[in-house]
């Protein structure tokens, strides 16, 4: 399984803008019209999902990033995947 989000827009129906350098973000759900905050962890995941990887190619990619363990990376990255997800803001893809 992969997941997939593009900043500028995706199937999934949001947009993610950058506050600014070093900043939080918003992303903006399209289809629900919500609009939600997003910090310097839900970026770095954003990011990353760009490249389609698979979730364990995610969670090593994360705690490369962020110089932490495995455990912490999984702790950290999959509850927050699930949420956007659910959220509808990125779409698995195959």
């Known amino acids: 399984m992969t997941m997939h989000h593009e900043s500028h827009g995706d199937p999934a129906g949001s947009r993610l803008k950058l506050l600014g350098d070093g900043e939080d973000g918003v992303i903006l759900s399209l289809a629900s019209g919500f609009l939600y905050r997003c910090n310097h962890t839900a970026i770095a995941v954003?990011?990353?999902?760009?490249?389609?990887?698979?979730?364990?190619?995610?969670?090593?990619?994360?705690?490369?990033?962020f110089a932490i363990d495995a455990?912490?990376?999984r702790a950290d990255v999959l509850p927050l995947v699930r949420h956007l997800v659910e959220q509808k803001l990125v779409e698995k893809v195959a």
């Open 46 to 65: 954003l990011d990353m999902l760009q490249d389609r990887p698979t979730v364990d190619a995610l969670l090593q990619g994360f705690a490369v990033r």
């Open 71 to 73: 455990e912490r990376a």
